[in-house]
């Protein structure tokens, strides 16, 4: 079974440019969240989808931010524009949906590694 | 505000030897706590799980203890393997774990 994947691994861009990250989660898997990793410190939730609905995007740090995720599968988080407190290491993961009384473990993708200048 | 906190930001231990890592909450509103290994250049990786109704959870090498009037946890791998040599990441969560805090990791370096 393919894991959570994400694109691109690494990604250089300039302040004020426009990136935006994608993240396949395992398949069947409802929760898909995003989480950043700034300068080696704890690992900071962002957003958490359950389908295309946007459950809790309490984490998301302000409105340049903005993600997507259309049909329910894949997810966009797109940095629009960049700055360059922004830079860190941006990871998916995927859950599938709970059932009463057990607890969904996340999966993470590998990340993706931004770095703006 | 840190929830999750992790004290030590390295430990260093002798293969075949016992490694703890220590693992502190402030919201007592989390019931379910995972711990999670780091590669360099990876994702992090599911390593083991406690719900709050238990103290104890064990699985191989690894065993993670929670003591909740504490609110501490810590996960015991033993015995350390140069293997195991990676940033663990404690989290924790609420309303069965459906967002997960995470504390800032520690670096274990097992020496053979």
């Known amino acids: 079974e393919a894991g959570v994947t994400q694109f691109p691994s690494h990604s250089v861009i300039e302040k004020g440019q426009t990136v935006t990250l994608r993240c396949d989660p395992i398949s069947g898997h409802d929760n898909l969240y995003w989480y950043r990793r700034v300068m080696g410190k704890e690992i900071k939730f962002l957003l958490h989808f359950v389908k295309e609905s946007k459950q809790d995007e309490s984490g998301m740090p302000n409105n340049r931010f903005l993600a997507e995720r259309t049909g329910g599968t894949y997810s966009t988080l797109k940095v629009q524009p960049a700055e360059l407190e922004d830079s860190g290491v941006y990871f998916c993961?995927?859950?599938?949906?709970?059932?009463?009384?057990?607890?969904?473990?996340?999966?993470f993708g590998p990340g993706t590694r931004l770095l703006v200048l | 505000d840190q929830q999750v906190k992790q004290n030590s930001p390295s430990l260093s231990v002798q293969e075949g030897r016992i490694s703890i890592l220590n693992c502190d909450y402030t919201?007592?509103?989390?019931?379910?706590f995972l711990w999670y290994k780091k590669y360099p250049a990876e994702g992090p990786t599911f390593l083991i799980s406690?719900?709050?109704?238990?103290d104890k959870n064990e699985d191989g090498r690894f065993t993670v203890f929670l003591n909740k009037s504490a609110k501490h946890l810590s996960l015991h791998i033993v015995p350390s393997q140069p293997g195991d040599s990676a940033v663990y990441f404690c989290a924790a969560g609420d309303n069965y774990g459906q967002n997960f805090v995470f504390g800032p990791g520690t670096r274990l370096s097992v020496l053979p």
């Open positions: 919201n007592s509103m989390f019931d379910y």
């Open positions: 406690i719900s709050s109704i238990k």
């Open positions: 993961a995927s859950s599938p949906i709970r059932t009463s009384g057990s607890y969904a473990t996340q999966y």
